[in-house]
């Protein structure tokens, strides 16, 4: 079964907007990473938190992690159309040999 | 040279055809995956292998027969696949096997339909 919800499931915004999506999970976690998927292609990994940190930036794109209430977000700032993608966070289990995808977030930005 | 390549893009087989897909690395990463992606759903872990042995297998059906010749190569062999079968199959390599260290480089998939 899937470790990670993702919300919302799918977001429009306008080019130059900043836009944010969630990820929720179950149980314990080593880290949490984030990849973006063009339509029908291969995922793309993006930013890797792990346990112990509580926020990561890496160009435009900011993820924070609260392990108390067990999410993340992922913020990417001054969107561009070539962000429109699917994004999915995924999580790897505190042992170590699990390791789940989100529901994912499909994100249109529009020009 | 950081690229997963997988072969072929678009596969369409008979339920009774026997069919490969092949994924192909040379960054020297330790371990491949094979994942099962469905329309609008998340990519879904099949088998990982790490220093070329099979160390995943999530409770995969024997039609799905996974092999790894050499470190660079890992392939799907497909045999009696049913329709619900069809779906992006990605291929990703890392370069640690302990899935806490790696982040994964996925190839581009091949696009499976079964008749």
């Known amino acids: 079964s899937q470790q990670g919800e993702e919300d919302p499931q799918a977001l429009s915004i306008q080019e130059g907007e900043n836009a944010t999506m969630n990820c929720s999970y179950k149980?314990?976690?080593?880290?949490l990473q984030w990849y973006r998927q063009n339509s029908g292609r291969g995922l793309v990994h993006l930013i890797l938190?792990?346990?112990?940190?509580r926020e990561k930036h890496s160009g435009r794109l900011r993820v924070t992690l609260d392990t108390s209430k067990k999410s993340s977000s992922l913020l990417i700032t001054a969107s561009r159309a070539a962000d429109t993608a699917s994004y999915f966070c995924?999580?790897?289990?505190?042992?170590?040999?699990?390791?789940?995808f989100g529901t994912g977030t499909s994100l249109t930005v529009i020009p | 040279d950081t690229e997963v390549t997988q072969t072929p893009k678009h596969l369409v087989m008979g339920m009774t055809n026997k069919k490969s897909l092949k994924c192909e690395q040379h960054?020297?990463?330790?371990?491949m995956y094979w994942y099962k992606q469905k329309a609008k759903k998340p990519p879904e872990l099949m088998f990982v292998?790490?220093?070329?042995?099979?160390?995943i297998n999530e409770s995969v059906p024997s039609r799905f027969s996974p092999e790894c010749p050499n470190s660079s190569l890992l392939n799907l062999h497909l045999h009696a696949l049913q329709p619900e079968d069809s779906a992006l199959y990605l291929c990703?390599?890392?370069?640690?096997?302990?899935?806490?260290?790696?982040?994964?480089?996925f190839g581009a998939g091949t696009r499976l339909s079964v008749l």
């Open positions: 990703a390599s890392s370069q640690d096997p302990l899935l806490a260290k790696n982040i994964q480089y």
């Open positions: 149980t314990s976690i080593n880290n």
């Open positions: 938190i792990r346990s112990n940190e």
């Open positions: 995924a999580t790897v289990s505190n042992t170590g040999n699990q390791f789940y």
């Open positions: 960054m020297g990463h330790r371990a």
């Open positions: 292998y790490s220093y070329e042995k099979l160390s």
